[in-house]
Structures are given as C-alpha cells and as structure tokens.
C-alpha cells in the first residue's frame, strides 16, 4: 500500500480536499454520474441483470437519483442465494480478495474486491483517521481480528496509505498489547469498545497510568454497538478521544461512515454511497430526523456492486451539513437492527443460530431466552434454556450438559457464552411470536 | 436393598421449593427426609417419602422436572462411631460416595447415599452384615 499522506500537507484537515467539501448539489451530481455507471456495470452480473429484467428496468430508466426507488432492494439472503460468487460483475480473475460474513447460519456471505477495490476502500480508512487527526508521524494499533473480519485488514491498508506505521496487534492478549503500545509509542488503536474496557483493567492490574505512560491520544471504534455514555467513560478512563466507525463487509467493511472532530453523527461518503432510510415495514422513505432502516447503494465498487442492500441496521440521518466543513450526510449511531441479529464483540449472531444447537440436545426443551448483558469486561451472551426432563439426580451430569451446550454453541457462534440451565415452565411464553432476546445493554437504553 | 428417591431439579430463586411441598403436602404425601446443595443457578432437591410413585406422578403432573431414582439407605445403631465404620467399608472396598445424607428413622440412624457403583456398594454391604432399608 502506498504511503500517500506523507506528499500532503500535514496542516489540511482533509484527506481528500476536492470530495470531501463538496457541496449538495456536487455530491448529488456526482452520485447521479457514479449511480448510472453502477447500474451499468451491474448488468455484468447474473443476478442484477435478471433482478432488471423481473422488474421491467434497464439502465436507461435510471435518469436521476429518484429513479434510484425503482431499483428492487438487494438482502442478505440473496448474497446467501447466488452463494459463493453469483452477484460478481467481473470475471472471478480481476478478484484479488473475498471476505467472508462471520455468520454460520447457512450460507455466509462472500464478499469480491477488485485491486481497485482495495485501493477506494483504503482511502476512505485514510480519509476518516486523517479526518479526526491522525497524520503520518502517528503510530496506528490495530487491536481488531484480521482474517475474513474485515476490521483487521481493512483498518490496515488504510493506516498504511494514511502512512502510519501500523502495527497489526490483532485482537486479544492484552498484556502484550500494552506492551507494543507503551515500546512503540502507539498513539491511536482501533478495536471494539468492550475491548477498550477490559484493556483498561489489564492497565490498571499492571500499574499502567495511559495518561502518564503512553502516548495515546486517539481511538477508532465500532463493530458493536455501544451507547454515548460507553464511549465518554472509554473517553475519561484513558484521557484519549474515541470516534465512532462504521462499516460492514458488504459495502466493503470499515470505512462507510466515520465521526469527524466534532462527534456529532458519523460523516457516510457520499461519494461512494448512497444513503437512504426507510421504513421497514413499508419501505417507504422516512424523514431526516426519523428512524429507520439504513439502505446503501455503492458507487465505486468494481467487483460486488450492491444496489439498495438492506442493512437491517436502524438509524437517523442527522443532518446534511457540519462545521467541520463537510457536507457529507451526518448518520446517528446505530439504534438497533430490523431483524434479530445481535452484534456481539464484533460478531454476528442469529437467535436461529442458538435454537438450532439447543435442539440438538434431548435433555433440552425448546424454550429458551438469550441475554445480553454489557459488564467491564464488555459484552456477554446468558443463554437459559429448560430442561425437558431431569436425567440425572446428580449435580455433576447436569453440570456437564451445560458444558456440553456450551462448548456446541462457542463451535457455532465462536464466543462463549454462560448457559444456564432452568426448569420446565419457567421462561416466560408469550402468545405468538416468542419473546428470544433481551438485550440490556446500555446501548438500547 | 434400595429405596425409591425423588430428585426434584430446583432454580435458585424464590418460591420453587415451597411450590414442590405445597403440592406434595397436598398430596398427603409424608417427607422421610430430604436435602438440597447449595448452587449457584439450581439444584436438586432429593426427598424420600411414604409414597414416591405417587409423589413422582403428582410433581410430573405438574411439568416439575422430577425423576425416580434408586438410593442405598442403610440403618445404622445411632452410637457415636456407627457411620465412621459403615462408610469405611465402603471407603476400604474402594467403593466412591457422590453424595450422601443422614437422618433418625425410629430410633436408628439411615445414611441414604448414591454410590459411583451401586451393584459394589451392595456386595461390600451384604458382606460386611449391614441392614438396608427398603420401604418405609
């Protein structure tokens, strides 16, 4: 990857000068342009070509950025159809990368970048750490998991053409994290905020003061959701400032939206994407202001353009405009999502997921309650479960099932939860559609 | 040589153990003796009774998870040093005890235990002349 930031002027705040400020009309100009070449180039694909013809369109109806609703929305589950490279619009030989979703429940989905692909993905990494200050001379900790997660790699590659040294920690073993961050003079991590938290503890066990023993000063956050009160406390606890990323592997994976300076809303760009939010009932456009589900549309994607691909996250649009001079659309955090995927620790989790291996138990009922709990250590997943019949009049066997249900269900969703077993009739049943997930964390307060 | 025991699971939360006597005492079923571990989130509530078919139909009735298992109860005079040397031939014999409690049953003392191998347990019994319990 190439270091461009070191040819730029260190005092310019912006990464991209020329899109970044943009006005209204420029951006929805160029979005015009880029979305009418998108459609073009989906017609190299199977899917969006039949997607096309079902509908009665062709790329030639798309005449301007309202036209855009006339376009059917693309899900998850038809990346999960065309499994593993039936929405490509290139030849599989112009690939260089694929990531996949961390979700098991049947097919994942595969996600195709181009070498172009990679290189527009890294500068909008660099473009939002350059936005909140980060400069070549800064030394840039990736404490996120590398693999098919595309936190480690994608924060990675745009650390690098930002021109940081990067340093690719990978997530976990904290106290050679804080080992690398005090010998390196690591001044800005990425990671999940519940990380951050548990960090934190390492520091204060080891006599670590980050304030009077480190150089920190920035952190980039996301992959989980999390509350403002969570990032002011991860804020005072390490006296650094943490921004809000966000990102998914079908856009591309980090990279999307980012908080500038002033932490208001996270900067979506509008250059690569376009944003809408609609009800998710009616799929109808919802004012600025109002919740709802977000839906994106690339811009520049080469290999996997997505028209219209439902997110299920639900938020707000909060405002066109900002201080910091960019008139990049403003999106609240995320609020919650459409359906009942839980983000844990950066991982995907479907109750479906959970139901599935809990079948696979005789001694189990069907009933069942998932619980997601935030403590310093970050997130936690209580899995209560009944017991269809007493098997044992032992403590141990029954000890030993909830290890069992425990060690399938870590091989399944890879965190561990705690499972507890409870007796027949003890879960509340509700009428219809059961009630499988209460998520008290502070997030959805 | 063994008795029919009740083992009841049990949530450690308020109101499970009185809801499993309420509907044993309305049974008129009658507790020999009974005993419940302390745990973390449950545990199993173990009881011998007059009539534990009877006792086991009613709490299933009642969806309470509940199974019928066998235990070795054996009667001991109640002197000091009565349990050290019923539990020492089993402990000689190599015989392992998972759980066990005591109680005075007209006017003798029953140690009710589950051990790692009953059919063991009941040969190192026989031999060593020991009386067991079967009904009440």
């Known amino acids: 990857m190439e270091n461009e930031g070191i040819k730029r002027d260190y005092g310019c705040e912006y990464f991209n000068p020329e899109v970044e400020t943009l006005s209204r009309g420029e951006i929805e100009a160029l979005q015009l342009k880029r979305l009418r070449e998108t459609v073009q180039h989906c017609m190299n694909s199977a899917f969006y070509r039949s997607r096309f013809e079902e509908a009665g369109l062709t790329p030639d109806d798309i005449r301007t950025l309202d036209d855009l609703r006339k376009i059917p929305f693309t899900t998850k589950q038809d990346l999960r159809d065309t499994y593993p490279f039936g929405t490509a619009s290139v030849p599989l030989e112009k690939c260089v990368r694929l990531h996949s979703s961390s979700g098991t429940t049947g097919n994942p989905t595969v996600i195709l970048h181009t070498d172009r692909d990679l290189d527009e993905w890294a500068n909008q990494v660099a473009r939002n750490l350059w936005m909140v200050g980060l400069r070549p001379t800064d030394v840039f900790q990736n404490s996120s998991g590398y693999g098919m997660f595309t936190g480690g790699l994608g924060f990675q590659y745009g650390a690098e053409k930002l021109g940081m040294l990067t340093v690719p920690a990978a997530a976990g073993n904290s106290l050679r994290q804080i080992k690398f961050i005090k010998d390196f003079g690591t001044t800005a991590v990425h990671a999940v905020p519940s990380y951050l938290t548990r960090l934190k503890e390492v ?139 839980m983000v844990l620790k950066g991982v995907n989790i479907f109750p479906i997921q959970i139901e599935k291996i809990l079948m696979q138990f005789p001694e189990l009922a069907s009933n069942y309650l998932i619980t997601l709990t935030t403590d310093n250590n970050g997130d936690n997943m209580t899995v209560e479960v009944e017991l269809e019949e007493l098997f044992t009049d032992d403590y141990v066997g029954l000890q030993n099932l909830a290890k069992s249900v425990q060690r399938a269900l870590k091989d399944e969703i890879l965190l561990t939860p705690y499972v507890k077993l409870v007796a027949k009739g003890s879960l509340p049943q509700s009428e219809g559609k059961a009630v499988r997930v209460v998520d008290k964390r502070s997030v959805y307060k | ?125 026989s031999t060593a002349g020991i009386t067991c319990l079967t009904s009440f």
């Open chain 1, 203 to 341: 520091m204060d066990q080891e006599g670590v003061d980050p304030r009077r023993d480190t150089k920190l000063r920035i952190f980039a956050i996301g992959a989980e959701p999390h509350s403002e009160e969570q990032r002011r406390r991860i804020e005072e606890m390490f006296g650094v400032k943490a921004y809000n990323s966000f990102g998914m592997s079908e856009m591309c994976g980090p990279g999307v939206g980012f908080e500038c300076k002033e932490q208001n809303g996270l900067h979506f760009w509008e250059d690569y994407y376009i944003v809408e939010i609609v009800d998710p009932e009616t799929l109808e456009p919802v004012p600025d202001g109002e919740i709802g589900e977000l839906v994106l549309t690339t811009l520049r994607r080469e290999a996997m353009p997505l028209l219209r691909y439902r997110t299920r996250d639900l938020t707000r649009v909060l405002g066109r405009s900002c201080p910091c001079g960019r008139n990049h659309v403003r999106i609240d955090r995320m609020r919650g999502r459409s359906d009942d995927m």
């Open chain 2, 1 to 125: 040589m063994t008795l029919k025991q009740l083992s009841i699971f049990l949530e450690n939360r308020g109101g499970t153990l009185v809801r499993v006597l309420d509907l044993l005492s309305q049974a008129g079923i009658q507790i020999i003796a009974s005993s419940v571990a302390d745990t973390q989130d449950y545990g199993i509530y173990r009881v011998l009774c007059d009539d534990p078919q009877k006792a086991y139909d009613i709490l299933r009735e009642s969806a309470i998870n509940v199974q019928l298992s066998d235990v070795i109860a054996i009667s001991i005079d109640d002197t000091p040093g009565s349990a050290a040397r019923a539990v020492k031939a089993l402990s000689d014999a190599g015989v392992g005890i998972r759980y066990l409690y005591s109680f005075l049953w007209k006017g003798r003392g029953v140690l009710a235990f589950r051990a790692d191998s009953g059919d063991r347990a009941c040969e190192v019994i």
